[in-house]
């Protein structure tokens, strides 16, 4: 796996090494040392798959709270995704600063995201899937987030919103 630092403090982008021969091809996905050497997170209690039937449809952004904060390795693993990462720690020099990567079946990347940074994504195709890894066990009463479309954020998704869920809906804009 080649990790590659993004602008916000402890985020990665990794993206896979595919030694292939007319077999096919062997592709690391996971590996707690090469987190460990990097000083990151290589917990993993809980793993999760969503599948968004309409391109276009929202999710998060969303992440856990203190004292429950989890880091995650989301990788999509059906259709193609924009994936997006928003830096909710009030000391980071990044703070509330959105960046986002798409994430797909063909190009097998995955994105490790530090705690107390959100994530959320659009579909870019019908019947995408995302399988998020997580450190922390799911606790629902830390459970936090941030509007989707929140103007402070201005992120632009590249589809034409289809589907929010009733819960993104009702996340908060980020405190001003």
């Keep these: 796996m080649n990790f590659r630092p993004l ?6 982008l990794l ?3 595919r030694p292939e021969d007319r077999r096919g091809y062997f592709s ?3 590996c707690r040392w090469e987190l460990q050497r ?9 793993c999760e798959v969503l599948v968004n039937r309409l391109r276009g449809t929202v999710q998060g952004l969303r992440y856990q709270a203190e004292p429950h904060q989890e880091s995650q390795l989301i990788r999509c693993t059906a259709g193609a995704v924009l994936e997006v990462i928003v830096d909710l720690r009030p000391q980071s020099p990044t703070f509330k600063r959105p960046l986002g990567f798409e ?3 063909q190009n097998r990347h995955s994105l490790y995201v530090p705690a107390l940074v959100a994530h959320g994504f659009q579909t ?6 995302v399988f998020v890894q997580a450190s922390e066990l799911e606790a629902p ?14 992120i632009e998704w590249p589809q034409e919103v289809s589907f929010v869920a009733e819960r993104d809906r ?7």
């Design 7 to 12: 602008e916000i403090p402890g985020a990665f």
């Design 15 to 17: 993206e896979p090494q």
């Design 28 to 30: 690391r996905r996971y």
């Design 38 to 46: 990097r000083g990151l997170d290589p917990t993993l209690v809980r």
């Design 103 to 105: 994430l797909s079946r």
């Design 124 to 129: 870019l195709e019908d019947d995408s899937e």
């Design 141 to 154: 009463e830390h459970s936090r987030g941030v509007r989707w479309d929140d103007p402070a954020l201005a």
């Design 170 to 176: 009702a996340l908060p804009d980020l405190p001003r």
